[in-house]
């Protein structure tokens, strides 16, 4: 943001002084307005925006602080509107008030020093600046994700809990079932924060315990057989920004033991050196299991789980979001639609409301995945499972989604040679999860 676009309003009723300090603002480069009175002041804002209003507090018609409380009554502009008020001797205590009406600064008048005012101009307009950046920064940062009003659809008090841990350091430890948008959470909490360096994401679960150390912690050449070369681990690799551990429970106690020493000491040891290196990498985690119950069984280490949960975030499952149900399918309709290059427009009530009908036990994945079945199959560029779900144009030959499912991991699992940590990558769910749907549709 340049000065020139820096908009300043100078409201003040003796005109010598408006003059004075619109002489010295132009001076520097900024785009200037001037009103005499807070009245005229009120009508100048509703075109103008200005981003600054410098406003002397004694004035006829309407003084600074009437004025400044029509303005935060009005909601004219954004609240990153920023003022600083003119004091004459005397009015200090009117100054006070302003202050704590929002005005960010004051500047005593007489005006001696031109620099005053253009030192506290300059704060306002770094303000500002930063502000736009930071702004830029996060678009850039949660470009590819979901509108937050989606990823936190019907769990608007998890954006609550979001926002206030971002800009901390504090470790995060997020729970709930498989599929219910962790990673995405994940993400959004590394988007807000205040952190430059890169999102480095690990599913340990999808790593063989036997390369969980080396990927974590990196090695040394020479450290192994095949080891041709040195290698960063994660923890290196996210320094300066944010590591995220999915599926965290699946580590050996072994792994355990030395992901709390990197959590403690803030330093790792990589595979084959004896040297530790300093890491700066915000850890935040995520599991699907009950970590407190794992504890209470010894499948997880107690130490561990008390590091890991400074900041615990439980993410509900999809059957407690029924009540935007409908906006969740319509924004995931229109997405898969785009990115498989299928013109479906709409997703029918009557599709809307047979899905609502289903408990979704893989929650927002298994729906993304259904949804993209239908989507593949559907016709006139509507979903409508009362036409054709299987191909067959009678409503009575309309597949249940259990059935669905069944068929879909039958067909996976065929894909997969029988490798059903295979299927589990083509079907996007956990192995666990995996071998629950087998058991349970009788697939073994």
């Not at 067909?411 to 490798?419: H, P, Q, Y």
Request: aromatic fraction near 6%; charged fraction near 25%; glycine fraction near 6%.
């Amino acid at each position: 943001m340049s000065k020139n676009n820096y908009r300043v309003l100078i409201v003040d009723d003796e005109d010598s002084i408006r003059l004075l300090l619109m002489r010295i603002l132009e001076g520097d480069g900024y785009t200037i307005k001037t009103a005499s009175n807070g009245r005229d002041a009120l009508s100048v804002c509703e075109h103008y925006m200005p981003h600054l209003i410098l406003l002397d507090l004694k004035m006829p018609q309407m003084d600074g602080i009437a004025f400044i409380e029509e303005f935060r009554r009005r909601e004219l502009l954004s609240h990153e509107t920023d003022f600083i008020v003119l004091t004459a001797y005397g009015t200090m205590d009117t100054a006070v008030k302003a202050m704590r009406l929002g005005a960010m600064d004051f500047i005593s008048k007489p005006l001696h020093d031109p620099d005053v005012l253009r030192f506290a101009a300059a704060k306002a307009y770094n303000r500002r600046r930063l502000l736009i950046e930071n702004e830029a920064l996060k678009g850039e940062q949660l470009r590819g994700l979901p509108p937050m009003e989606i990823i936190f659809a019907g769990i608007e008090n998890i954006l609550d809990e979001v926002m206030a841990v971002s800009g901390t350091n504090s470790t995060v430890l997020l729970t709930g079932e498989t599929g219910t948008g962790k990673t995405l959470i994940a993400r959004v909490v590394h988007a807000l924060s205040k952190r430059t360096g890169p999102f480095i994401e690990l599913n340990c679960a999808a790593i063989p315990e036997n390369l969980m150390e080396s990927e974590i912690f990196g090695y040394e050449k020479g450290a192994f057989t095949g080891a041709v070369a040195a290698k960063r681990g994660k923890f290196e690799l996210a320094s300066g920004g944010s590591i995220f551990l999915d599926e965290v429970s699946e580590m050996s106690h072994a792994i355990q033991a030395k992901f709390l020493k990197v959590l403690e000491g803030g330093a790792v040891e990589r595979l084959g050196s004896t040297v530790t290196q300093k890491v700066d990498a915000r850890v935040i985690c995520a599991s699907n299991r009950d970590l407190q119950k794992e504890v209470i069984e010894r499948t997880f280490r107690n130490d561990l789980y008390f590091r890991l949960n400074v900041f615990p975030i439980n993410i509900p499952p999809l059957r407690t979001r029924k009540s935007h149900f409908a906006q969740l399918c319509r924004y995931l309709t229109a997405s898969i639609s785009k990115r498989i290059g299928k013109n479906v427009v709409d997703i029918s009530e009557a599709a809307i409301e047979t899905l609502m009908s289903y408990d979704w036990p893989g929650n927002m994945r298994e729906l993304q995945n259904i949804l993209e079945r239908l989507i593949i199959i559907s016709k006139d560029g509507i979903i409508d499972p009362s036409k054709a779900i299987h191909g067959q144009p009678d409503a009575k030959d309309t597949l249940k989604l259990s059935e669905i499912e069944r068929r879909a991991i039958e067909a996976a699992l065929n894909r997969a040679g029988g490798s059903r940590k295979d299927a589990a990558a083509v079907l996007g769910i956990s192995l666990r999860n995996l071998q629950y749907k087998i058991k349970e549709y009788g697939l073994i």
